[in-house]
């Protein structure tokens, strides 16, 4: 199928916002919703694997949980999960690309753009490398 709304998720509360608001453009559109979690290997010297299987295991639970709380928002919405080892920004752009994605949706991270752009933000990465459309939503005010 094309046109899914692709969600670049953390478990951060930036995605979290995020995850709301890709859940109602998912249903809005009736369209399906894919989780992407992004991870790199671990390029460190020596035998790596279990470290490698530890990032891999946070991604599976933070994308379950995920698919919960999409679950939780709209049991109608179909929404599968995509764990892609490479960077966050390249797995989000990859997933759009092989999903022919109706929209991208992130949370901003809260950095100011001078910082985001120095550290790599990834919501800047893909605002800024996308041919799709890209919602880009804040992380919500904490007292």
Same mark, same amino acid.
């Given at each position: 199928?094309?046109?899914?709304?692709?969600?670049?998720?953390?478990?951060?509360? @930036?995605?979290? +916002? +995020?995850? *709301?608001?890709?859940?109602?453009?998912?249903?809005?559109?009736? $369209?399906?919703?894919?989780?992407?979690?992004?991870?790199? !290997?671990?390029?460190?010297?020596?035998?790596?694997?279990?470290? &490698?299987?530890?990032? *891999?295991?946070?991604? =599976?639970?933070?994308?379950? =949980?995920?698919?919960?709380?999409?679950?939780? #928002?709209? #049991?109608?919405?179909?929404?599968?999960?995509?764990?892609?080892?490479? *960077? !966050? #920004?390249? &797995?989000?752009?990859?997933?759009?690309? +092989?999903?022919? #994605?109706?929209?991208?949706?992130?949370?901003?991270? @809260? $950095?100011?753009?001078?910082?985001?752009?120095?550290?790599? &933000?990834?919501?800047?990465?893909?605002?800024? $490398?996308?041919? *799709? !459309?890209?919602?880009?939503? !804040?992380?919500?005010?904490?007292?």
């Amino acid at each position: 199928m094309a046109g899914e709304i692709i969600l670049g998720y953390d478990g951060q509360d @930036g995605s979290k +916002a +995020a995850l *709301r608001t890709a859940t109602a453009i998912a249903a809005a559109f009736d $369209r399906p919703l894919i989780v992407v979690f992004g991870y790199m !290997p671990i390029q460190v010297g020596g035998d790596t694997r279990d470290l &490698s299987e530890a990032v *891999r295991d946070l991604g =599976e639970g933070i994308t379950s =949980e995920a698919a919960q709380l999409v679950k939780a #928002a709209d #049991a109608a919405v179909e929404v599968q999960v995509e764990l892609v080892e490479d *960077r !966050p #920004a390249e &797995s989000i752009l990859r997933a759009a690309d +092989a999903h022919e #994605a109706l929209a991208i949706v992130v949370g901003s991270a @809260g $950095r100011s753009p001078v910082t985001g752009t120095l550290l790599g &933000s990834v919501t800047y990465q893909v605002v800024h $490398r996308s041919t *799709r !459309p890209v919602v880009v939503v !804040p992380t919500p005010e904490t007292d």
